[in-house]
């Protein structure tokens, strides 16, 4: 199994970015497909999770009406569109599959390498 984020970079506050994560070796529209993030000296934590079927999304309060996340189950892809970006959204973003609808990073079975987000004020 293998899930490869792209699309980070640096940004200035204000401004938008947008994550893909192509999937491989799962069978991808089975899968719930989750963004996590890890700020420098943080915790990992949730950011956004939508269902196989992409009809359920769900995301952290800090995000909401910013970020979108979204699906192509015949591309095995997902995608996490990023508006308004704030400072504090500097992060490393990761993509993972579940075979749940879930927000719990320790449900999610396979992640990948994570992509870097820097937003400057």
């Known amino acids: 199994v293998q899930l490869v984020e792209s699309g980070g970079g640096l940004v200035q506050a204000g401004g938008s970015l947008r994550l893909s994560c192509g999937a491989s070796g799962l069978p991808f529209s089975n899968f719930a497909m989750g963004w996590f993030r890890q700020g420098p000296g943080k915790e990992r934590e949730f950011v956004a999770r939508i269902g196989s079927s992409a009809w359920r999304t769900g995301y952290a309060e800090s995000v909401v009406g910013r970020f979108t996340i979204s699906r192509d189950n015949g591309k095995n892809m997902v995608w996490l569109q990023m508006n308004s970006l704030k400072p504090e959204d500097t992060a490393v973003y990761y993509c993972?599959?579940?075979?749940?609808?879930?927000?719990?990073?320790?449900?999610?079975?396979?992640w990948g390498q994570g992509t870097q987000v820097t937003v400057s004020s």
């Open positions: 993972a599959a579940a075979r749940a609808y879930t927000h719990l990073s320790r449900d999610y079975d396979y």
